[in-house]
């Protein structure tokens, strides 16, 4: 049986374009990319069980209780959480899978799966996040204060992921994330059958029979 998939947390501030490298990653590597469930409404475009499985509130809140997720958490009003029988069948299967959470749900993943890695995606700087955010320039400054605001509260998070990703430029930020998952495989508590596999044969070889 293969060694079992890299699980990874994406998470980072709106407007760091979390999603474009997302959509990179699953078009040019084998990568599983998990579908949330939430209770937000669908957006103009969005398919349910290829962007996010839509519920009610009552569904949604029976999954809780039947634990068939792995984490989950309220966002401005509407439940988001991640299915846990596909993750985990991709997981067992050899295949690195992705998920693109926010940061409470990244904490709850760290909880019950300790070695998930947790890349936290950023802009350069906090100059460069505010004019992205201000971007289209449709917003209130009261709206544009809120974003900010939250922005800082997802800051405190930072120091809680493994590594800060810095989308200054698309490829590279791209590049950054697959290498850093890459490596996790490379990991000696992550090549236990290789180790294994080799350890037998030289034993085999040790007595003689070569
Ligand atoms: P949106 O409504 O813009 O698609 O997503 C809002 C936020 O919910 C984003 O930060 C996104 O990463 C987060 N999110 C999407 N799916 C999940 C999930 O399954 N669990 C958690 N905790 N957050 C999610």
Not at 27 to 56: C, M, N, Q, W
Request: charged share 30%.
């Amino acid at each position: 049986m293969a060694n079992k998939g890299i699980l990874t947390v994406i998470s980072g501030f709106s407007g760091a374009g979390k999603g474009t490298i997302m959509k990179e990653l699953v078009a040019r590597f084998p990568y599983f990319l998990s579908v949330s469930a939430t209770t937000r409404k669908p957006r103009k475009g969005e398919i349910d069980g290829s962007d996010y499985f839509f519920h009610t509130r009552d569904s949604f809140e029976a999954m809780i209780q039947k634990e068939e997720l792995i984490e989950w958490a309220e966002y401005v009003g509407n439940y988001y959480g991640t299915p846990r029988e596909a993750v985990e069948k991709q997981l067992m299967e050899g295949k690195d899978v992705l998920l693109e959470i926010e940061m409470q749900g990244g904490m709850l993943v760290k909880e019950q799966f300790p070695d998930a890695l947790l890349l936290f995606i950023t802009p350069p700087n906090a100059d460069e996040l505010k004019r992205r955010l201000i971007g289209r320039g449709t917003e209130t400054p009261e709206e544009i204060n809120k974003r900010l605001s939250h922005a800082c509260e997802e800051a405190s998070y930072m120091k809680s992921y493994d590594y800060i990703v810095v989308n200054d430029e698309l490829e590279k930020a791209v590049l950054d994330v697959h290498m850093m998952i890459q490596h996790q495989h490379c990991k000696v508590k992550n090549c236990g059958e290789q180790i294994q596999a080799i350890e037998n044969d030289l034993l085999q070889f040790a007595k003689g029979d070569y």
